[in-house]
């Protein structure tokens, strides 16, 4: 039996990248202001005290902390049981789908395409085409945002009118939200899928649905039903390798949709991060020698490091600690476990993007001895998987 589970912890950065200032983001560390945070009371909000993570840190989180950034997380210093290290990354932007292509093994070599911090942001005479075709009688915002903000501010107005909220952010992307039962959820996904095939050959990564429900401001909830469109990776990702050598790749979350569903066998959503947590516990009863299990947690990113909230993201990090046993436990000889993250969103920093920053890297399984894996590339992740795997280019 040898099968790898890999989550990736979006958002969940360590500092130190090199190249942090060409994006303002020089001093960004999601983990350690947010244990800062915790340690000096300034993360209180249904939590209290020191950041406690104790199973992440024994894995080597703190170390990874101290080895990225050159700063130790306060309470977070065990020695690590298992192999630890932080990664690097070489592709240009802190974007979801660089992130992941990178450490998928494909690093991205070209731009990506990204919209000014104009007002409309959007080129006219592409918005005039996505009305036309789709037949909605114009679009909101045309700005950048963030995601629960712009529903408070145009969430009445989309009601009124059925024009959706068009926005986009530091990421290559174009998110479209909509009412999931005023607008109705395949209209919506009908206006994504006419905006990927207007903005995709602009090299635009994503284009967002952002389905919500409610009936006014500060009522307005994001629903699980989101999709991302979009463009699909090139050849050679760790799940072409995977798919290509006879094994499967089981998607948990969101990652079908970042890698347009290219050599992904099967797809298991939920509607938080908990429900996806009991997807890869589901399984680690079920996959096959030879299979990935690829699962991204969205909440840490898009519930709270987009919205600043250092408690809600320290409560989401020790809510994923406690329940990491159940999966440790699970699995079985032969079987790798890598936690890693994208990029970082550091909750203390200014504005509501993403921010540039090492990751950590942790990797264990029975009878995986511990070693310090140092500073690795983005890309070193897939060939971890590969090499344990026992697959080739």
């Given at each position: 039996m040898a099968r790898v589970f890999l989550c990736v912890l979006d958002s969940v950065g360590c500092g130190g990248a090199p190249d942090a200032a060409r994006y303002g983001d020089e001093g960004s560390n999601t983990l350690l202001h947010i244990a800062e945070a915790c340690t000096t009371g300034n993360a209180e909000e249904g939590r209290s005290g020191p950041l406690k993570v104790p199973n992440l840190d024994a894995l080597g989180l703190g170390a990874a902390i101290r080895l990225a950034s050159?700063?130790?997380?306060?309470?977070?210093?065990?020695?690590?049981?298992?192999?630890?290290?932080?990664?690097?990354?070489?592709?240009?932007?802190?974007d979801t789908q660089s992130g992941h292509w990178e450490l998928s093994?494909?690093?991205?070599?070209?731009?990506?395409?990204?919209?000014?911090?104009?007002?409309?942001?959007?080129?006219?005479?592409?918005?005039?085409e996505v009305v036309a075709r789709s037949g909605i009688p114009g679009t909101l915002a045309n700005c950048h945002a963030s995601g629960t903000e712009v529903l408070d501010q145009f969430g009445v107005e989309h009601i009124a009118t059925g024009?959706?909220?068009?926005?986009?952010?530091?990421?290559?992307?174009v998110q479209i939200a909509a009412h999931e039962e005023h607008f109705g959820l395949e209209r919506l996904l009908d206006v994504c899928r006419i905006a990927a095939e207007?903005?995709?050959?602009?090299?635009?990564?994503?284009?967002?649905?952002?389905p919500f429900v409610g009936e006014s401001p500060g009522a307005f909830i994001r629903t699980a039903s989101r999709k991302d469109y979009a463009i699909a990776p090139p050849a050679g990702t760790i799940c072409d390798r995977v798919v290509a050598a006879g094994g499967a790749v089981h998607a948990v979350g969101k990652i079908g949709d970042i890698f347009a569903?290219?050599?992904?066998?099967?797809?298991?959503?939920?509607?938080?991060?908990?429900?996806?947590?009991?997807?890869?516990?589901?399984?680690?009863?079920?996959?096959?020698?030879?299979?990935?299990?690829?699962?991204?947690?969205?909440?840490?990113?898009?519930?709270?490091?987009?919205?600043?909230?250092?408690s809600g993201y320290a409560r989401a990090l020790e809510t994923f600690d406690a329940r990491l046993p159940e999966l440790t436990g699970r699995l079985q000889d032969g079987d790798l476990l890598i936690i890693t993250a994208d990029h970082g969103n550091d909750p203390t920093w200014r504005g509501t993007d993403h921010t540039r920053e090492r990751v950590p890297v942790l990797v264990t399984g029975p009878g995986i001895e511990g070693q310090d894996l140092g500073i690795i590339p983005f890309a070193r992740v897939a060939e971890l998987v590969a090499s344990h795997l026992k697959i080739g280019r």
């Open positions: 050159g700063k130790a997380a306060p309470g977070l210093g065990a020695v690590p049981i298992g192999s630890w290290g932080a990664a690097e990354e070489i592709s240009a932007g802190k093994g494909v690093p991205v070599t070209r731009d990506w395409h990204y919209f000014p911090r104009t007002v409309p942001a959007f080129p006219d005479e592409l918005m005039a024009k959706p909220i068009v926005y986009t952010s530091a990421d290559s992307v207007i903005f995709h050959p602009l090299n635009v990564g994503r284009i967002i649905a952002r569903y290219k050599s992904i066998t099967d797809v298991s959503k939920g509607k938080d991060d908990m429900a996806l947590f009991d997807h890869m516990l589901f399984w680690c009863d079920r996959a096959a020698s030879g299979d990935l299990i690829f699962a991204n947690f969205v909440e840490f990113d898009s519930l709270w490091g987009h919205r600043r909230n250092v």
